[in-house]
T-cell receptor
């Protein structure tokens, strides 16, 4: 499973855009990049998934450069309720669908 | 959308006892997994719950301590055996094959276990 590296924490203010970059130098050809959000005492919630270029949904955007060795999750106009831990995961490309969670990024949104 | 539920949502247990956690999905799924999240830590994969056969355990986890069953495509159980305070964690099940994203894992709400 490819190892990921992301910042331990990030602070932001309401209404700002938050960009979290994740490094995954050993990503395999078949691996997807998936981001989850986790609030205290809850299971991780799927945010977005991509393979290459850009993916956008109603919650976030995911930017993946051509070499796929990193990715950036973009949260537009965050609110206090976006305060959570965000995990970047690489995997799922093989038939076992296993994921390896790193430490995640704690995003704190302030008023 | 499909729902993943876990029972119990939380429990407080005495050391030396065992607790069985249930994971129920309201539609058939391809894969089911069990994770542990120790206080303040990230998630660690315990095992893959295989339907109709023995679970596949990750390094550091053994069947005697964490027996797992998966009798069908919508249900699995994880038992935490002979518990000690070090087993105090949140235990989460996840599934693959829930919707059109055939390769995305979705997680249950978790079971918070405290061992005294």
């Amino acid at each position: 499973l490819a190892k990921t590296t992301q910042p331990i924490s990030m602070d932001s203010y309401e209404g700002q855009e938050v960009n979290i970059t994740c490094s995954h130098n050993n990503i395999a050809t078949n691996d997807y990049i998936t981001w989850y959000q986790q609030f205290p005492s809850q299971g991780p919630r799927f945010i977005i998934q991509g393979y290459k270029t850009k993916v956008t949904n109603e919650v976030a955007s995911l930017f993946i450069p051509a070499d796929r060795k990193s990715s950036t999750l973009s949260l537009p106009r965050v609110s206090l309720s976006d305060t959570a831990v965000y995990y970047c995961l690489v995997g799922g490309g093989s038939n076992d669908y296993k994921l390896s969670f790193g430490a995640g990024t704690t995003v704190t949104v302030r008023a | 959308s499909a729902v993943i539920s876990q029972k119990p949502s939380r429990d407080i247990c005495q050391r030396g006892t065992s607790l069985t956690i249930q994971c129920q999905v309201d539609s058939q799924v391809t894969m089911m997994f069990w994770y542990r999240q120790q206080p303040g830590q990230s998630l660690t994969l315990i095992a893959t719950a295989n339907q109709g056969s023995e679970a596949t355990y990750e390094s550091g986890f053994v069947i005697d301590k964490f027996p797992i069953s998966r009798p069908n495509l919508t249900f699995s159980t994880l038992t935490v055996s002979n518990m000690s305070p070090e087993d105090s964690s949140i235990y989460l099940c996840s599934v693959v094959g829930l919707d059109y994203r055939s390769d995305t894992q979705y997680f249950g709400p978790g079971t918070r276990l405290t061992v005294l």
